[in-house]
């Protein structure tokens, strides 16, 4: 047999510690952001369950709120209570003269590390069906 070289696989101890360190990161960025994403979709679910309501569009202000603050509390979201989450909801004249345009727009917080936050900016607009306004 012939003298060859033989090649070792594997990972070495440099190449480890990096991939474990990348992996860390990335799972400790993914654990801090998906509590923020996961009330973004409890919001959106309460919102268009709302709106899939019969008779939405005649319904007031505080009858969607109320709505809305039901669907809060099956999805457990607890960041408003009634009164703070009317000031923010908001109900608009239409633009083209039809319907009215129901709207919601709110910044949630959460900490990353040490002294950076980030910041999930919410904007929703749907337009409420035609209904009279009680």
Do not use: H
């Not at 709505?67 to 509390?73: D, G, N, Y």
């Amino acid at each position: 047999m012939a003298n060859r070289p033989t090649f070792q696989r594997g990972v070495s101890l440099t190449g480890l510690i990096f991939w474990c360190v990348l992996l860390g990161g990335a799972a400790l960025i993914t654990m801090k952001l998906f509590p923020l994403y996961n009330e973004k979709m409890k919001v959106d679910f309460a919102f268009e369950k709302v709106l899939g309501e019969p008779g939405v569009g005649s319904w007031t202000k505080a009858d969607i709120v109320k709505a809305i603050m039901k669907q809060f509390e099956v999805s457990d979201v607890d960041r408003w209570g009634t009164v703070e989450f009317s000031k923010l909801l908001q109900i608009e004249p239409p633009r083209d003269g039809k319907g009215r345009i129901l709207s919601l727009y709110y910044e949630i917080r959460g900490p990353l590390c040490c002294q950076l936050d980030v910041v999930l900016n919410y904007e929703k607009e749907a337009e409420l069906p035609r209904g009279t306004v009680e």
